[in-house]
């Protein structure tokens, strides 16, 4: 079988492929070994293949992998929230956390007091305490005079939100003078329904 | 001419199998069943194949992520629709294939096709003789200048050369599954995978330092050394 030029390169390609029956591969071969410029298709075409079929050809682009899950949460994980909501709980998530530093922060600072008038009319309790949001005072859990979901903060941070202690239970609490003990568990500080009293 | 006896350089480019096939029917089932969250596993290994297609046909990065995404996306809500006569992977290639060349249409990108888009495939093509061909090792991947060489020589090529190039030879899909994802015949695969190679071959064998030099077909202004 007579091969020429124009047959390798019709055929190179599949004589990578494996797609040539063993008579034709064999004169294809045999034209290839006294043929240069023929060597030299072959050589490139593998060169070629070679390179482009490497791993390290293509690359994925950087954070394609959570980009992706991020656009697919919605649908897959049966969630929905919008790409602006996210960014939206994204901003706020990082507002909390750098004001929990601020406050971390602001907990090692106590001013100097003024003058001894400029003490605190009482001692704050050394337990968590319960606040309701949108309320004006913190209390006691089980407290009477609290109504509606409360949590429970440090005392020096419901007192740094604006709440002042409640004038019935915690009354009660600060006249024990260190021996109170709230019926609560105060590490929590997990939402709990309760019922107005 | 089918041979199924392959030489050390054939099997080099052979077409890998797939192992995980049963695998990903199971999370297919399981998947249609409700634990949607398994989708994330029955794509991961195929997160770069799409987005590598979706490149290839739009040439552009960003667009090729915010396709590849769609196309995701576009698979989970059709899962339904997946028949499993054919493989996962070939019908996620097609809905990604689908979805770049709709994003292509809109944005016109079609108007800039490159002038061999117009010639006959199935005329001869005559490789140019040279001779001081220099290997181009595999170690230059490393460089990323090289590689964006080279992927700028794969965006010179007419769209459907690329697309049976990179199924074929960079994901290494078998020619009668690059023909199923792109909807042509065997013959058609064979015949345009033949044309670029030998035209990639031109564009690359002076070698790293006449890399272009002489047969670049990318456009003026657009040379990659630049």
């Not at chain 2, 339904?80 to 097609?94: D, G, K, M, N």
């Not at chain 2, 809905?95 to 292509?104: D, H, K």
């Given at each position: 079988m007579v091969v020429k030029c124009e047959d390798v390169w019709r055929e190179i390609s599949n004589y990578f492929d494996g797609d040539l029956d063993p008579a034709p591969k064999q004169a294809l071969e045999e034209h290839l070994a006294q043929c240069a410029h023929c060597q030299s298709v072959r050589d490139g075409m593998r060169n070629v293949v070679e390179l482009y079929g490497d791993k390290a050809m293509f690359h994925l682009p950087a954070r394609f992998h959570p980009r992706l899950r991020e656009r697919l949460a919605d649908q897959v994980e049966g969630r929905r929230v919008s790409r602006r909501a996210w960014l939206v709980s994204v901003g706020v998530t990082g507002a909390l956390a750098a004001s929990a530093v601020l406050a971390a922060a602001l907990d090692h600072f106590v001013p100097l007091p003024l003058s001894e008038m400029s003490q605190p009319a009482q001692r704050l309790p050394q337990h968590l305490v319960a606040i309701v949001d949108g309320g004006k005072t913190f209390h006691v859990p089980g407290c009477p005079f609290m109504h509606g979901k409360y949590h429970m903060v440090t005392p020096e941070e419901a007192v740094r939100e604006g709440y002042s202690p409640c004038t019935r239970c915690m009354y009660e609490a600060l006249r024990s003078a260190g021996n109170v003990t709230p019926d609560f568990k105060g590490e929590e500080t997990v939402s709990i329904e309760t019922e107005a009293q | 001419m089918q041979n199924r006896d392959r030489s050390e350089a054939e099997v080099a480019i052979a077409p890998r199998s797939d192992p995980a096939q049963e695998h990903e029917a199971v999370l297919i089932g399981r998947i249609r069943g409700g634990e949607t969250e398994l989708f994330y596993e029955l794509i991961r290994p195929y997160e770069r194949r799409v987005f590598v297609i979706a490149f290839t046909i739009l040439r552009n990065e960003e667009d090729?992520?915010?396709?590849?995404?769609?196309?995701?996306?576009?698979?989970?809500?059709?899962?339904?629709?997946?028949?499993?006569?054919?493989?996962?992977?070939?019908?996620?290639?097609?809905?990604?294939?689908?979805?770049?060349?709709?994003?292509?249409?809109?944005?016109?990108?079609?108007?800039?096709?490159?002038?061999?888009?117009?010639?006959?495939?199935?005329?001869?093509?005559?490789?140019?003789?040279?001779?001081?061909?220099?290997?181009?090792?595999?170690?230059?991947?490393?460089?990323?200048?090289?590689?964006?060489?080279?992927?700028?020589?794969?965006?010179?090529?007419?769209?459907?050369?690329?697309?049976?190039?990179?199924?074929?030879?960079?994901?290494?899909?078998?020619?009668?599954?690059?023909?199923?994802?792109?909807?042509?015949s065997v013959g058609a695969v064979k015949t345009r995978l033949l044309r670029a190679r030998l035209m990639l071959r031109d564009l690359l064998s002076p070698g790293l330092e006449g890399i272009w030099a002489s047969h670049s077909q990318i456009p003026k202004g657009t040379k990659p050394w630049s």
């Open positions: - | 090729a992520e915010d396709t590849a995404q769609e196309a995701f996306l576009k698979a989970f809500k059709h899962l339904a629709q997946f028949r499993s006569e054919s493989r996962f992977s070939t019908w996620l290639i097609q809905v990604a294939i689908n979805e770049a060349r709709l994003r292509q249409r809109k944005s016109h990108l079609e108007i800039m096709r490159p002038i061999e888009d117009k010639e006959n495939e199935d005329g001869s093509y005559t490789p140019h003789d040279f001779t001081d061909w220099r290997e181009i090792p595999s170690e230059a991947l490393e460089r990323k200048e090289i590689r964006e060489k080279l992927v700028a020589a794969l965006a010179s090529l007419a769209q459907k050369y690329r697309e049976v190039f990179v199924l074929r030879d960079v994901e290494h899909m078998s020619i009668e599954d690059t023909a199923e994802a792109l909807g042509i």
